[in-house]
């Protein structure tokens, strides 16, 4: 589980890619793919892709033949100390061999016919080299519309991996593509939607199919390029592979569960899971075992998960948030506990989080820690915990291994995190959600203190959030610094729709639920009107809004 033993370029050949672009008539572009030949053992056999390559070592005899990027500005740009044209070379050469475009400057008819008649076949073969090319037909590359779109690197444990760069351009004009028969069986010019629609049944792989979803978008092939030429950074894409319901499965980095199975298999051995399953343990580090209880829904993702926290030298185990008073949950937490259960310790009284915690102390003997509610409403009335934290205790389960608690009001009055400071890992509770924000409920929830209690977490030193439901999180504060810009942005947009009545004007409730939660379905307003009720409170609190017969108004 460790990342730094593991090289993700180790074993991954350097590639290059280029996406050709043509205008249509009435907006929007075509993109130019190729379908690969079929090939036993071939991962990419038959799919439809965008001409490329490995690089070649004879690439880089081509710089001193290319036009609009040198060796200094495509290595800045790619974030190399050196060889950064080499790509954008593969790439050209790989769009002559594969496809027939042969993208170079004043280009006669007459030397393309050559080109493809005396050098194309040769250079397929590795016989000849484009520098070779431009020599013998005085050409030169010309890249002058090329820029770099995306970087890709083949998932760990796939058998054969790619460090790809791809980059965008238009169609030289007056050229015809013709598939090379060996790597391209055929050519399609399509547009993004017709390539994604699954009547049409391409065969495509995860970067096809994320790079014809961002093309989608671009109404002509300038407005992909000034795209382009806009990064600042190419960030590095590396999906994983990971075992699912449905089985093996790429998992891309903006999924819930690309993180976490870094952690457990950064080397791609196949040893995590892309799927929460209830009752099904997960190893997520050497003194934390995840177990989710059955109990899926709007509120709880794919369920609540229980946490089993101990220190593997001496084999004594807490368990965080035993779930609902679901018996095959609680056995299936206790089987899975590698010894006895010491301590059970609960984050906040809600009812998918503690109600369990009664019946596994009966179950185990063990001792149930947490906080009571200041307002009953909604909270689990079973709850009766043998100690009472405050939050700033350290609770030691062995040898380097402890859990500092920590009192994070705001979701509820006595919502409780725990630090596992030797992993640098938080358990959040409902604190922090992944991928959605908490529901903030009065009387117990605060908007005021659960924002306070947010800057707080941003002390913390620490890499991972376990919360309450869902899988592991990754970089916590750049979360939680986006957690609290949110809020901060749902409160500026319910002052603008006081502001927009005017004081002395009140509003009721939920006709404000519109104009606040228009990004939000209808559906979900119910929910939604219990933060925005905590969002007023916090400005009533601050002076900008005032509430008369359960109307609202401005008054800063």
Sequence with gaps: MDNLLYDP??????????????????????????????????????????????????????????????DLTASQALRLAEGGLDYLVAAARESFEEVGLLFADGLHPDALAHAHTHWREPMQRGERSIAALCDGLNLRIDLREWAYFSHWLTPPGAPKR??????????????????????????MWLTPAQALDPARGLKLLPVTRRTLQVLGG???????????????????????????????????????????????????????????????????????????APNAGMMTGPGTNSYLVGCPHANRWT???????????????????????????????????????????????????????????????????????????????????????????GHASNHLCYLLAAEKTLFTGDHVMQGSTVVINPPDGDMAVYLQALRGLLALDIDWLAPGHG?????????????????????????????????????????LLPAVYADVPVGLYPVARRSLLAHLLKLQADGLASARDECWAFSG
């Design 9 to 70: 370029f180790a074993d991954a050949r350097k590639a290059a890619s280029v996406i050709v672009l043509r205008d249509l008539p009435a907006g929007g572009v075509e993109v130019l793919m190729l379908r690969r030949a079929e090939r036993d053992g071939d991962l990419r056999s038959g799919a439809a892709v965008f001409p490329g390559g490995v690089l070649d070592a004879n690439d880089r005899h081509a710089h001193r033949h290319c036009l609009g990027w040198d």
């Design 162 to 187: 790619f460090d790809t760069r791809f980059f965008v351009t238009r169609a030289p004009l007056e050229q015809t593509p013709e598939a090379d028969g060996g790597e391209a069986v055929e050519l």
């Design 218 to 292: 671009f109404a002509s092939a300038q407005v992909a390029l000034d795209h382009a030429r806009a990064q600042t950074e190419v960030p590095l894409t590396m999906p994983r592979r990971a075992e699912s319901a449905k089985g093996q499965r790429v998992v891309l980095p903006d999924e819930h569960a690309w993180a976490e199975i870094g952690r457990i298999d950064p080397a791609g051995q196949l040893k995590a899971y892309a799927d929460i399953v209830p009752r099904r343990p997960v190893r997520l580090s050497p003194r934390v075992i995840r177990v989710t």
């Design 319 to 409: 368990v965080i948030d035993p779930g609902p008073a679901d018996a095959a949950h609680l056995q299936a937490l206790q089987a899975a506990a590698p010894g006895p259960i010491e301590q059970i310790l609960v984050t906040h009284t809600h009812v998918d989080h503690s109600p369990g915690a009664a019946l596994l102390s009966a179950m185990t003997g063990a001792p149930v820690a947490g906080r009571r509610p200041d307002h009953p409403q909604g909270q689990d009335a079973s709850f009766a915990p043998h100690r009472e934290l405050a939050g700033g205790e350290l609770l030691t389960l062995g040898p380097d291994t402890a859990l500092q608690v920590l009192h994070t009001p």
């Design 471 to 511: 899988f592991l999180v990754a970089r916590p504060h750049d979360v939680v610094r986006a957690l609290i810009k949110h809020r901060l942005a749902r409160e500026a947009r319910v002052l603008q729709a006081l502001q927009s009545v005017g004081s002395g004007q009140g509003t009721p409730l939920d006709d």
